[in-house]
């Protein structure tokens, strides 16, 4: 009898753990599911005046950012670009900024104009003495920094140089009549490129400009270099290129396209992008080796590309109707 009472207790038993058990099973299948959270695509941004081209942007922290564009105008956000203030320097297109720090920045433009700030929340226009556009600036410390752009009244490209930085400045030789769109600098090395395939490179700070003979004739929009031997450059009908010596010998790379590439960014070693043409960017994340095109959702002209991380990222550029226009990646 006893045999018989722990045969039906433990029978009891089971029979409770085993609705126990399916009980919490179908509590947890009954749990709502959180809905995953969105990939990331470009989308427009429309708390800025887009009624000029916007050239030029730089990251200057994972959420400040600056860009600049024709009629004076410059813009900063300090949310990574959702909210922005603007001001404007009227009587100049303002091409190109560059910024050493979070708190030192320059701006090259149209009839030679430069513009310096020390807290970004005032420039200074700085005199040059020459009179024709300004298309890109660089500095390598507080006090020295290159600009380069059109040909000036002696009809040869000027190149800028100063070494307080920006008071003054002397033209160096180029020994090219083409104009120059770009110009990268490390420590006494330094590389400038522009129209009809120009490549210049220096290893004296610019005392003298060598041109490197080349067997492409794009306009070469973008010059950018990772370390002292690692370069990119990028230009028209799709050309992209790299140098693994220090610039003196150049391989293409395939971009699948014939869109005109005017930007190049490298936020690490790992993740690169190229803005272009019709709306244009491509992405590498194997540093530069393969390159895919992303969706951008636009047919404008990309000139400038940045990103503070690898899925926060801006573009800016104009449309066809050169009204200007802002896409965020996020």
Known sequence: MKLIFNILYLTMLSIAFVFLLNSCNKDKEQEPIPPADPLPAWKNITAIDTSVSINALQFTGSSTVWMTGDSGRIFNSNDGGTNWTSMIRPGNDLKNIFFLNAAA????????????????????SISTGIAADLYDIQFITNEEGWAVGAPG???ETVILHTINGGISWNQQLSS??????????????????????TILRTTDKGSSWKTISVSFTNNLKKIIFIDKNTGYIAGSNGFLAKTSDGGLTWTILATNTLSDLYDIFFL????????????????????????????????????????????????????????GIAIQYK
């Open 176 to 197: 090219t009549t083409n104009l120059l769109s770009g110009i990268f600098c490390i420590d006494s090395m330094g590389w400038a490129c522009g129209m009809n395939g």
């Open 153 to 155: 009244q002696s009809s």
């Open 268 to 323: 690490d070693s790992a993740h690169a992008w190229v803005s272009g043409e019709k709306g244009k960017v491509l992405q590498s994340t194997d540093g530069g080796q393969t390159w895919a095109v992303m969706n951008t959702n636009t047919d404008a002209y990309l000139y400038g590309i940045a990103f503070s991380e690898p899925t926060k990222g801006l573009a800016i550029g104009a449309t066809k109707s050169n009204k």
């Open 105 to 124: 920045g320059w701006i090259c433009g149209s009839k030679g104009l430069i513009l310096h700030t020390q807290n970004g929340s005032s420039w200074d």
